[in-house]
Nanobody, 128 residues
Framework: VQLVESGGGSVQAGGSLRLSCRAN????????ITWFRQVPGKPREAVSC????????YYADSVKGRFTISSDNAEHTVHLQMDNLKPEDTAVYYC??????????????????????WGQGIQVTVSS
């Protein structure tokens, strides 16, 4: 699966950005799509995940109430709406996709090694 991210950029604290991740698959059905982020010297951090089949979502505590993930299955695209951005949200954001059974998604959505397909990454910079 090839994934292409778009929508990154630079904003001031309190601003918004919308990231998109388009997949070159016939259908997103059966896939879990997670957004990870990484800053230099730190491991990748799972931010949010959506189960494309039924829309179940997961969020890291650090972004709950500020980020919203959604899946547009007709367009094979997952969006991450990021509001009230903070300087600590600055990172390279990656989308990742993998077929994960729904009953295991709650456990594995944060596990980077679980995901076999990755986008190239996109920079998000939030200034104070």
């Amino acid at each position: 699966v090839q994934l292409v991210e778009s929508g990154g950029g630079s904003v001031q604290a309190g601003g918004s950005l919308r990231l998109s991740c388009r997949a070159n698959v016939f259908t997103l059905d059966g896939y879990a799509i997670t957004w990870f982020r990484q800053v230099p010297g730190k491991p990748r951090e799972a931010v949010s995940c959506v189960m494309a089949r039924d829309g179940t979502t997961y969020y890291a505590d650090s972004v709950k109430g500020r980020f919203t993930i959604s899946s547009d299955n007709a367009e094979h695209t997952v969006h991450l709406q990021m509001d009230n951005l903070k300087p600590e949200d600055t990172a390279v954001y990656y989308c990742a996709a993998e077929r994960i059974p729904p009953q295991l998604a709650g456990t594995y959505w944060t596990s980077a090694p679980t995901f076999g397909s990755w986008g190239q990454g996109i920079q998000v910079t939030v200034s104070s």
